[in-house]
């Protein structure tokens, strides 16, 4: 299985209030971040089976604005193993659930993700591996323990398509 773990996209500030931060939405920017990572994804050949979100708004946004831009058309299912507060058992047993496919997307909230992500590829948990909002990395979980392929953050995506974008042939004129 390719496990595609993501970090959910920008969502402004945390509110105070844990019932308003559960509500808290993605900003224009994080939008953005979706379109541009599902964009890098889909470069990539990128396939998913089935994506899984946290049960907070602001993951089940991303999940569903990337999963929509890759081809995926079934329901984003909810798991509380991504929950801000779930520990990694609850995270390896939601994954156990999907095993069976071959492309898993998963969204979630630091510092959870880059904990299962340091914990999964080492296993015990001695690597730290820093996921910026909209982030994503491939984990190769048929390989013991799993392999990290690469991992993508938004900003290293926009300088990337920054550079495709500008001619590496210097402009000549021909009179």
């Avoid at 799993?146 to 402009?171: E, F, G, M, N, T």
């Amino acid at each position: 299985m390719n496990l595609y773990l993501m970090r959910h996209a920008n969502a402004g500030v945390r509110r105070e209030n844990p019932l308003l931060d559960a509500r808290r939405g993605l900003v224009k920017d994080g939008k953005e971040q979706c379109m541009l990572m599902a964009r890098v994804l889909s470069a990539l050949k990128v396939q998913v089976d089935v994506v899984v979100s946290s049960p907070l708004k602001r993951c089940l946004q991303t999940a569903q604005l990337v999963g929509t831009e890759l081809g995926y058309e079934g329901r984003v299912e909810i798991s509380k193993a991504l929950a801000p507060d779930a520990s990694y058992p609850q995270f390896q047993e939601m994954l156990a659930h999907y095993s069976g496919y071959d492309g898993v997307l998963v969204v979630g909230h630091n510092p959870n993700v880059f904990r299962f992500l340091g914990q999964m590829i080492t296993g015990n948990g001695g690597a730290a591996i820093r996921m910026r909002k909209g982030s994503v990395a491939r984990i190769n979980m048929d390989r013991h323990p799993p392999l990290l392929h690469w991992l993508i953050d938004p900003r290293s995506a926009r300088a990337i398509y920054a550079s495709v974008a500008k001619s590496s042939r210097p402009k000549t004129s021909r009179k």
